[in-house]
């Protein structure tokens, strides 16, 4: 079975949530015998949309990748600037197309490459709902159409042109049940595929303790962040109520792990380490207190599954319901809204070490139960076999 999946960007310098979402589900498919194709953009940064890699076809462990040249980067001020008005003023579906092309990543290559190449194979699968490449890709194909929205809450579902990107695909795979949930209150799914899925995690078998380096251990105990670190992130609201907390707490630092998009406080209980391996992520991960997950939008959050993979608890943002069901469904964790819940729950989580025991083995148990790459896979195969 030949299967076509469409992505913004794709390659294994490309970190973000669905962008390596797809990477991994791609080529595990291939792992098990299935021919895989992405098209893509030439695109490593999705701020500017600015052509990094070259065009062309590639392959990378095993997938093969279809790369298109995004013929405007984009000028995030104006695009921002443009964005709040169409969110908060009355607009036609022109401004809306208007709208989707600032969004990007704008490759008219890419999408008459799906319409050509649409007899050579037999699924397609669009990872994200938000950008041009889905909108605009999705009606280039005509069948046998899977979505992976990769979701949260916010005011582009509630654009026109929304109703057309959810009323196409045949097939949908949610992150979460609070996902398709909440998705549900706005489209129709009815005679639709549905399945709530995810992706998986990869479980470490056993901890390479010399990944955890002489810089974390001077550091402890810490709390850890991983991921883009930005505003849109939440990080700016964690950096203030960590410098709150660490005044009654000055033994306790925070370690920031992944792509610096802010500029940090200088503080020697804040440190920057920069991107890391896996080995060295998992091991910080294991050797902390607990984790942090300040995003109030987030459809999945892989980072918090990966700390509940090696037994560490996570405290994360009651706003970004998928993080709050992790918690409820797997009792792996604990919630805040304010900084008083922030600092109340950290109390608690960094001075019983009883309690995170058992939702460090909690939460280990829900990952192996939901997130087990088997399971998701399994979910896949029957996807794959199952829609017309």
Same mark, same amino acid.
């Given at each position: 079975m030949k299967i076509a999946f469409v992505v913004q960007r794709y390659g294994k310098e490309v970190m973000g949530g669905s962008e390596l979402h797809c990477r991994q589900v791609a080529e595990r498919l291939v792992e098990r015998g299935y021919d895989c194709t992405v098209f893509t953009t030439a695109a490593k940064d999705y701020v500017t949309w600015k052509n990094e890699y070259p065009a062309g076809e590639y392959i990378l462990n095993g997938v093969v990748i279809?790369?298109?040249?995004?013929?405007?980067?984009?000028?995030?001020?104006?695009?921002?600037?443009?964005s709040d008005? /169409? @969110?908060?003023?009355?607009? !036609?579906? =022109?401004d809306e197309l208007k709208w989707l092309e600032q969004q990007g990543p704008y490759s008219p290559a890419l999408i008459r490459a799906l319409e050509d190449e649409e007899?050579?194979?037999?699924?397609?699968?669009?990872?994200?709902?938000?950008? #041009?490449?889905?909108?605009?890709?999705?009606?280039? &194909?005509?069948?046998?159409?899977?979505?992976?929205?990769?979701?949260?809450?916010?005011?582009a579902l509630r654009l026109q042109?929304?109703?057309?990107? @959810?009323? $196409?695909?045949?097939?949908?795979? @949610?992150?979460? $049940?609070?996902? $398709?949930?909440?998705?549900?209150?706005?489209?129709?799914?009815?005679?639709?595929?549905? =399945?709530? &899925?995810?992706? !998986?995690?990869d479980i470490p078998e056993r901890l390479d303790s010399s990944a955890l380096t002489s810089?974390?251990?001077?550091?402890?105990?810490? /709390?850890?962040?991983? !991921?883009?670190?930005e505003p849109g992130k939440g990080c700016g609201e964690l950096l203030d109520n960590?410098?709150? #907390?660490?005044?009654?707490?000055?033994?306790?630092?925070?370690?920031?792990?992944?792509?610096?998009?802010m500029k940090l406080p200088s503080h020697s209980? /804040?440190?920057?380490?920069?991107?890391?391996?896996? =080995?060295?992520?998992?091991?910080?991960?294991?050797?902390? $207190?607990?984790?942090?997950?300040?995003s109030r939008f987030e459809s999945l959050c892989m980072a918090a599954l990966e700390s509940m993979a090696v037994r560490t608890p996570i405290l994360v943002q009651e706003a970004a319901d998928p993080l709050k069901q992790h918690c409820l469904d797997g009792n792996g964790g604990l919630f805040y809204s304010n900084y008083e819940e922030f600092a109340d729950a950290l109390d608690l989580l960094l001075k019983d070490k009883r309690l995170r025991a058992g939702l460090g083995?909690?939460?280990?148990? #829900?990952?192996?139960?939901?997130?087990?790459?088997?399971?998701?896979?399994?979910? #896949? &195969? /029957?996807l794959l076999n199952s829609i017309n």
């Amino acid at each position: 079975m030949k299967i076509a999946f469409v992505v913004q960007r794709y390659g294994k310098e490309v970190m973000g949530g669905s962008e390596l979402h797809c990477r991994q589900v791609a080529e595990r498919l291939v792992e098990r015998g299935y021919d895989c194709t992405v098209f893509t953009t030439a695109a490593k940064d999705y701020v500017t949309w600015k052509n990094e890699y070259p065009a062309g076809e590639y392959i990378l462990n095993g997938v093969v990748i279809k790369r298109f040249n995004v013929k405007k980067a984009r000028d995030i001020q104006s695009f921002n600037e443009y964005s709040d008005w /169409i @969110f908060h003023n009355p607009h !036609g579906l =022109e401004d809306e197309l208007k709208w989707l092309e600032q969004q990007g990543p704008y490759s008219p290559a890419l999408i008459r490459a799906l319409e050509d190449e649409e007899p050579k194979h037999d699924r397609f699968i669009f990872f994200t709902y938000l950008y #041009y490449n889905t909108y605009w890709g999705l009606q280039a &194909v005509k069948k046998k159409k899977t979505l992976v929205p990769t979701a949260h809450d916010e005011p582009a579902l509630r654009l026109q042109i929304m109703k057309d990107v @959810f009323s $196409r695909p045949q097939a949908f795979f @949610f992150n979460t $049940r609070s996902e $398709r949930q909440m998705l549900s209150r706005l489209f129709p799914f009815e005679g639709k595929y549905q =399945e709530t &899925v995810g992706v !998986g995690v990869d479980i470490p078998e056993r901890l390479d303790s010399s990944a955890l380096t002489s810089r974390y251990r001077a550091l402890s105990p810490y /709390i850890p962040y991983a !991921g883009r670190i930005e505003p849109g992130k939440g990080c700016g609201e964690l950096l203030d109520n960590f410098s709150r #907390y660490i005044r009654k707490n000055p033994d306790l630092s925070l370690v920031l792990m992944g792509k610096l998009l802010m500029k940090l406080p200088s503080h020697s209980r /804040i440190k920057y380490m920069g991107f890391v391996s896996p =080995e060295e992520k998992n091991a910080a991960m294991a050797n902390a $207190r607990v984790t942090v997950h300040p995003s109030r939008f987030e459809s999945l959050c892989m980072a918090a599954l990966e700390s509940m993979a090696v037994r560490t608890p996570i405290l994360v943002q009651e706003a970004a319901d998928p993080l709050k069901q992790h918690c409820l469904d797997g009792n792996g964790g604990l919630f805040y809204s304010n900084y008083e819940e922030f600092a109340d729950a950290l109390d608690l989580l960094l001075k019983d070490k009883r309690l995170r025991a058992g939702l460090g083995e909690n939460g280990l148990q #829900y990952v192996k139960k939901n997130y087990a790459w088997d399971q998701i896979l399994q979910k #896949y &195969v /029957i996807l794959l076999n199952s829609i017309n």
